[in-house]
Structure formats: structure tokens, C-alpha cells
Nanobody, 117 residues
Framework: QVQLVESGGGLVQAGGSLRLSCVVS????????MGWFRQAPGTKREFVAS????????QYTDSVKGRFTISRDSVKNTIYLQMNSLKAEDTAVYYC??????????WGQGTQVTVSS
């Protein structure tokens, strides 16, 4: 079993930056990749970014390319999402997720990001 705890959300003005953190604990050997998803009110949860467990490969949804960066600290077992040039449309609850053999099967509790315009 893998446990995920997110932190770092908050209120920021448009154009500002935030860094989200996700501490990973438990049976991490089962993880193939880690990711960030987000869900705005009235919308479906959407993929934001992912990184393979060895940190070699990253992927981003088009709307955040060039603004967000996902990274991993293997010593601290922590995944980060650095978010720059934030826009009002980035407002959502952000979730950290772990991907195992059968897909994204472990989720954190979520952290609210609010961008004021």
C-alpha cells in the first residue's frame, strides 16, 4: 500500500507561482510513475503532469507546458509540481497520484489552488 500526502496549495494572484509537494510512503516498489491531476468545480478530474519513478521521463498536458514542472527527490521520496505564470483557469483541487501496473490507483487527499485574476 502506498500513501500520498500533498501540501503547498493556496491563494495566489495571476502570474504568480506555487510549488506543490507530495510525500510518498509505503510500498513504493509498486510505483511505475507519479502524477498530478486537478479537478475544478463542475468538471472531471484531468491529467496535469507525470514523471516515471526513476525520474527519466515526464509528460504534461498541453495547457501547462512551459509553465509547470514536475520533479522528484528520490532521497525525500517527494514529488513536486512547480507552477509558474499561474492563470485563473488553473484554479482547482490538485491531487497527487501513484501509478502501478493496473493504472493510477492511489490518490492523495488533494490541495486547493486558487488563482485570482
Amino acid at each position: 500500500q502506498v500513501q500520498l500526502v500533498e501540501s503547498g496549495g493556496g491563494l495566489v494572484q495571476a502570474g504568480g507561482s506555487l510549488r506543490l509537494s507530495c510525500v510518498v510512503s509505503g510500498r513504493t516498489i509498486s510505483c511505475n510513475a507519479m502524477g498530478w491531476f486537478r479537478q475544478a468545480p463542475g468538471t472531471k478530474r484531468e491529467f496535469v503532469a507525470s514523471i516515471t519513478w526513476n525520474g527519466g521521463n515526464t509528460q504534461y498536458t498541453d495547457s501547462v507546458k512551459g509553465r509547470f514542472t514536475i520533479s522528484r527527490d528520490s532521497v525525500k521520496n517527494t514529488i513536486y509540481l512547480q507552477m509558474n505564470s499561474l492563470k485563473a483557469e488553473d484554479t482547482a483541487v490538485y491531487y497527487c497520484a501513484a501509478k502501478a501496473a493496473l493504472g493510477w490507483d492511489t490518490w492523495g487527499q488533494g490541495t486547493q489552488v486558487t488563482v485570482s485574476s
